[in-house]
């Protein structure tokens, strides 16, 4: 049974973090504004005067989530400047993974976002290329940890699931070898770069060995 919030202490940080805890036990798609004035105890009018309505709590959650990235490391080379900053992030949904929900469906606003965002920029202005180049190139780089770590975090609860497991594994094993001779071949192979830290950093080095070799063009 949720407790009552005592009388004058309902506040917006309170809010947040009690928030950020149902999501993460429940999942985003289960959240609710009800659900969450039940668990503190107050009536579901008593959010409003803190937040406009969902979305608003919900880009709240993820600027108090982004908050936590870590800055640009001074003194490292850019490309190693590119890895802290992507693998941070990554680290960071992976450790809550409703952030990456949040940043798929919410639009990149907020203070905390745009931090990241600044950093990132910085240090791709900072390595000589140009504004256009700096803005694909960030744009590249957000998308790729969000896709890679959303589908990362995917593949890792249907491994917790065995049913979901043992449907994925029986689907690979009933391709017929002559239509699909590739890709029964490489199913073993297939299977080890569904995530973890060696294919992240694979997609990310292709990614930085291409803007290397176009920032030497």
């Known amino acids: 049974m949720a407790t009552r919030t005592p009388r004058n202490t309902l506040n917006a940080e309170l809010i947040v973090r009690t928030a950020l805890d149902l999501m993460e036990a429940r999942g985003t798609d289960a959240f609710s504004l009800r ?29 108090h989530l982004m ?15 590119v890895r802290a900053v992507c693998r941070g992030l990554r680290r960071l949904m992976l450790e809550h993974p409703c952030l990456a929900q949040l940043l798929a469906s919410r639009p990149l606003s907020g203070h905390e976002t745009a931090r990241v965002a600044e950093g990132l920029l910085g240090v791709l202005r900072d390595a000589g290329f140009d504004n256009e180049t700096a803005a694909r190139t960030h744009t590249t780089l957000f998308t790729f940890v969000l896709g890679a770590t959303s589908w990362e975090i995917q593949m890792a609860a249907e491994r917790r699931d065995p049913e979901a497991w043992r449907r994925l594994r029986t689907t690979m094993e009933a391709l017929p070898a002559t239509e699909f001779p590739v890709v029964v071949a490489l199913a073993p192979e297939l299977a080890r770069t569904t995530g973890g830290d060696d294919q992240f950093d694979y997609g990310l080095d ?11 063009g």
């Open 35 to 63: 659900g969450l004035a039940a668990e503190l105890g107050v009536g579901p009018m008593a959010l409003y005067t803190y937040f406009r309505n969902k979305d608003d709590l919900y880009d709240a959650v993820r600027d």
């Open 206 to 216: 292709l990614l930085l060995a291409g803007l290397a070799a176009k920032a030497a």
């Open 67 to 81: 908050a936590l990235v870590p800055p640009v490391p001074a003194g490292a080379s850019w490309p190693d400047q």
